[in-house]
């Protein structure tokens, strides 16, 4: 569940939005009002965060806040099989 509270609170902390609109089929554009420079940022923060690399491609094909969540924990996974 920790990804998931981190995941809210980066959002909060870089979108204009109230912590109810952050629902796992949200999405960033539409539903959250993200604009490219904003996924940049929270991408960035996902990376510092969590201390992981995010690829493009699956940067890119992320739209909804579970998409985020999935990509983090695979991320995750990957760079603890990869020590």
Avoid at 50 to 72: H, P, S
């Amino acid at each position: 569940m920790i990804v998931e509270e981190q995941l809210r609170e980066i959002l909060l902390r870089i979108l204009d939005i109230k912590e109810e609109d952050i629902v796992p089929t949200a999405t960033f554009i539409d539903d959250l009002g993200a604009s490219s420079i904003d996924l940049v940022e929270i991408f960035t923060a996902f990376e510092n965060t969590f201390d992981v690399e995010i690829r493009q491609g699956a940067a890119a094909k992320c739209k909804t806040v579970q998409d985020a969540i999935d990509i983090l924990k695979v991320a995750i996974d990957q760079k603890g099989t990869s020590t």
